[in-house]
């Protein structure tokens, strides 16, 4: 038994502010691994939860998230099999190897329907975000040593302001030279603290 985080929703900063990033201990978590995931599988199957899901997404829609467990989009947007495609990284970022997945997604499309809107994406960025970590200098050197990365790039992809991160990745998006104009891009912040969603940059109609 684990007890219900007692956190009070009116202390959660609004969307647009700096926000922390608590690890909690590790033995709040129910650690019952994979095996717990694939029993969860077969009864996907048995339910015909598979069937008759295409490869196109129904809704249009690819979501760009955080990898983060409380932000699956499959659970906060009530997406069904099939329904959107979804790229997860740490903190919801656009990066190089994000816009070669959307280019490909894009040309995909683009063989399929030769004309008009192709897919809109949605970048969500969260409240609390363990990319906030990317910021502190120290966990930064260490892991981008790690990773053998350029620190100062990484330190770009620190997430302490969603609202602010998501405008500009969005704007990172709409300039790739890379992507179709024919894919639309939107920008939302999701708040861990209500459940709630917030656009944050609107779709750009043509
Ligand atoms: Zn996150």
Redesign the pocket.
């Known amino acids: 038994m684990h007890e219900q985080s007692a956190a009070d929703p009116t202390l959660a900063p609004p969307v647009g502010e700096p926000t922390e990033f608590d690890l909690p201990s590790l033995e709040q978590s129910d650690a019952a691994g994979v095996e717990t995931a694939l029993a969860r599988n077969r009864a996907f199957a048995a339910a015909a939860g598979h069937e008759g899901v295409t490869v196109f997404p129904t809704l249009g829609l690819l979501v760009i998230g ?3 467990p409380r ?1 699956d989009p499959a659970h906060i947007l009530g997406l069904n099999p099939g329904e959107a495609m979804v790229v997860r990284n ?3 970022r656009v990066t190089p190897e994000v816009i070669d997945n959307l280019a490909f997604v894009g040309q995909l499309a683009e063989n399929a329907v030769p004309e008009g809107p192709l897919f809109e994406v949605a970048v969500i ?2 409240t609390q ?3 906030a970590a990317l910021a502190d200098d120290d966990f930064r050197r260490a892991y981008a040593r790690t990773i053998n990365a350029d620190e100062s790039t990484l330190r770009e992809y620190a ?1 302490l302001d969603p609202a602010a991160t998501v405008a500009n990745d969005v704007e990172r998006l709409r300039s790739a030279e890379a992507l179709s104009p024919r894919i639309t891009v939107s920008g939302h912040v999701y708040d861990v603290a209500t459940g709630l969603v917030e656009t944050v940059i609107p779709v750009r109609r043509a």
């Open positions: 955080c990898l983060d932000v740490r903190g919801g960025h969260h975000c363990g990319a997430v």
